[in-house]
């Protein structure tokens, strides 16, 4: 019997749940989604929409890890407080001793208490600075253009501070990063610090991916925007 839409999901997750390779490879982030959903409705013989085949894997992939238990995941969302910033910039620099000595630079000058924004991101082949859009041309000045690989005057930037038992708690990211690409939404940049998440979309994508970090949380959870 061809399953109803709304038992698409049920059966979806009960071929994944009984193929222990598939659900290794998922968990790893290691399959193509659309690849799969291509392969389960043939298969298996769904006669159902291959969106709604997706929309299914891609639930099955926000579930926590079975090492975790769910509750102590939405526990630690539902304490984590949010705060969303508009009218972010960054720019991607090369990785030289010139970029890492202005870095050194304008960090001292940067003035957090009075809300400045500046992040830093080092990767194997490159410097990432995140920081307030009106201070992107001084930015370009100060790199130089020599120094920059590309940059990016629209972005948004969402931070969530959760409560010190994250540490003790695995599944909680995968939560957020899965539901975003549910959604379409693309994280340009994520930066974790202790208990401190920052992530970076686009900023068409900002009040989106707010209320769908609110939603996880089910909104018990305080925000600001500035």
């Known amino acids: 019997m061809d399953p109803k839409p709304s038992n698409i999901r049920e059966s979806v997750w009960k071929i994944i749940d009984t193929d222990l390779a598939l659900k290794k490879d998922i968990s790893r982030g290691l399959i193509n989604i659309r690849g799969l959903a291509n392969y389960i409705k043939n298969e298996h013989k769904l006669n159902v ?3 709604g085949i997706i929309s299914a894997i891609r639930r099955y992939q926000t579930l926590p890890s079975k090492k975790a238990e769910p509750s102590k995941v939405y526990s630690v969302l539902k304490q984590a407080k949010i705060r969303s910033i508009t009218k972010i910039a960054s720019l991607s ?14 960090l001292p000058k940067t003035n957090f208490t009075a809300g400045e924004i500046l992040r830093v991101l080092e990767g194997s082949k490159l410097f990432k600075i995140i920081f307030d859009q009106k201070d992107f041309n001084s930015m370009v000045d100060i790199f130089g253009k020599k120094n920059i690989v590309a940059s990016n005057k629209k972005l948004g930037m969402i931070e969530i501070l959760y409560p010190d038992i994250l540490e003790k708690t695995p599944g909680v990211f995968i939560v957020i990063s899965n539901e975003f690409a549910n959604h379409d939404i693309s994280i340009r940049d994520a930066l974790i610090c202790s208990n401190e998440h920052v992530i970076i979309v686009d900023e068409d994508n900002l009040l989106k991916a707010l209320e769908i970090v609110f939603n996880i949380c089910q909104t018990n959870s305080t925000s600001t925007s500035n």
Do not use: A
């Open 93 to 106: 620099l090369k990785k030289n001793e010139d970029v890492h000595q202005k870095i050194g630079e304008i």
């Open 49 to 51: 929409t291959l969106d």
